[in-house]
């Protein structure tokens, strides 16, 4: 049985983070273990920190207010994700825009609210929301330098007709927290 070393990044809320660490930290996929060996955050306010302190996830802050430029800031995070060893970062609401130090090292993946290539960017959620289109949903990719736009793993959609924001907004995490795990696994697998 091979262990799969793997390490989360996130910002804030951390519902994707929880919902990744229950999930798959210590559970068996086959012919492998996934083990969360730590959790990483920019934002010393993010509720996230909790979320991984309870389920006995080390967490590693780098605020990146205390670096000068993006590609600094990008030089600490390898660094730290290097020591850990990990052969796969998931990015769950990390809200940073990384640069090619960053994106040409480190193989990662991220979720995002609306059916890429549509809504790249931010407020994706909202923007979706307002648009015209009926039918909404989320996406797994791999992370490259331009802002969401690497190669799709798995998406997952509905109708939005007819709901307000707030069911809208439900309806996308519960979509991001079935989605996630699943695309991680196929990732790694
Ligand atoms: C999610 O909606 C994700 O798509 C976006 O940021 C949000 C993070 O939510 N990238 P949470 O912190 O996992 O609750």
Redesign the pocket.
């Known amino acids: 049985m091979s262990i799969k070393r793997i390490a989360i990044a996130?910002?804030?809320?951390?519902?994707?983070?929880?919902?990744l660490i229950e999930s798959l930290h210590q559970k068996t996929f086959g012919d492998f273990k996934v083990k969360v060996v730590a959790a990483i955050t920019n934002n010393p306010k993010?509720?996230?920190i909790k979320r991984a302190q309870k389920h006995g996830i080390d967490v590693i802050m780098i605020d990146h207010r205390a670096y000068e430029s993006r590609e600094a800031f990008d030089e600490a995070l390898v660094a730290e994700i290097k020591a850990l060893d990990v052969e796969l970062m998931v990015?769950?609401?990390?809200?940073r825009i990384l640069t090619p130090v960053y994106t040409k090292q480190i193989r990662s993946i991220?979720?995002?609210?609306s059916l890429l290539p549509a809504f790249k960017g931010a407020n994706?959620?909202e923007r979706s929301f307002d648009s015209a289109e009926k039918i909404a949903g989320?996406t797994a990719h791999f992370v490259v330098e331009e802002v969401d736009g690497g190669e799709i793993i798995m998406q997952k959609s509905f109708d939005k007709s007819g709901m307000d924001f707030e069911t809208f907004k439900e309806k996308?995490?519960a979509c991001?927290h079935e989605l996630f795990p699943k695309a991680v696994i196929e990732v790694l697998g």
Not at 10 to 19: K, R, T, Y
Not at 91 to 95: D, E, N, S
């Open positions: 996130f910002s804030g809320e951390g519902s994707n983070l929880e919902v993010a509720n996230g990015l769950a609401g990390f809200m991220n979720i995002h609210p994706a959620l989320v996308i995490h991001e």
